[in-house]
């Protein structure tokens, strides 16, 4: 199994900005492709942006001009910071890491180890 633990989720206004962290275990951080998924109720989750351990980033189209995903790897925790936040930003974010080897770094079902979500609210 492979600890993740998601925070930075909160409410804010239409415009505002807010980052998310994921922490997980020393050896997922490392080696192991993480991602951000988002979901809303009655939808499957959606790839909003990952990195895998080669430092290869992926983002969704809608997201890659206002979120970036970094990592840091002393602290073993991936970020996305989201900027100019719109209302169907809206979700519960979560945080997902497996070995990936090539593809697409954005598919759900290619990921097996999630954490438990984060809220994130932007209202207009």
């Known amino acids: 199994q492979v600890r993740l633990v998601e925070s930075g989720g909160g409410s804010v206004q239409a415009g505002g900005s807010l980052r998310l962290s994921c922490e997980a275990d020393?050896?997922?951080?490392?080696?192991?492709?993480m991602a951000w998924f988002r979901q809303v109720p009655g939808q499957e989750r959606v790839g909003v942006a990952a990195m895998d351990s080669d430092g290869r980033l992926s983002y969704a189209d809608s997201m890659k001009d206002r979120f970036t995903v970094s990592r840091d790897a002393a602290k073993n925790t991936l970020y996305l910071q989201m900027t100019s936040l719109k209302p169907e930003d809206t979700g519960l974010y979560y945080c997902?890491?497996?070995?990936?080897?090539?593809?697409?770094?954005?598919?759900?079902?290619?990921?097996?180890?999630w954490g438990q979500g984060t809220q994130v609210t932007v209202s207009s």
């Open positions: 020393e050896h997922a951080a490392k080696t192991l492709c």
């Open positions: 997902a890491v497996d070995r990936l080897t090539g593809g697409s770094l954005l598919l759900e079902s290619r990921f097996r180890y």
